[in-house]
């Protein structure tokens, strides 16, 4: 489940394994062989990637399917355009 979680989310942003490893200070060697299971990240860079991705440690592990957003870490211009996508999300019901 986390190496299917964490291709997904590398994929989903559009990101090189490359550009993943770089960002997340590792080597490109590491981020395949967790994306084919071959080896587990360390608590410390399952941390790294989880704040990096936006999600828990738990998304990542499969124990939760609930993606998050820290507003903390958005401007108030990002905040503003989230909020703009859930209200048109709402009124699409």
Do not use: C
Request: net charge positive; proline share 2%.
């Amino acid at each position: 489940m986390l190496s299917e979680n964490i291709k997904k989310l590398r994929e989903a942003r559009n990101l090189s394994q490359v550009q993943l490893a770089n960002a997340l200070f590792v080597t490109k060697q590491s981020v395949s062989n967790w994306e084919n299971g071959n080896i587990m990240p360390s608590v410390e860079i399952l941390e790294k990637i989880a704040d990096y991705f936006f999600v828990t440690t738990d998304f990542l592990l499969g124990r939760n399917n609930k993606e998050y957003i820290d507003p903390l870490k958005l401007n108030t211009k990002e905040i503003a355009h989230i909020k703009l996508l859930i209200n048109d999300l709402n009124n699409q019901k």
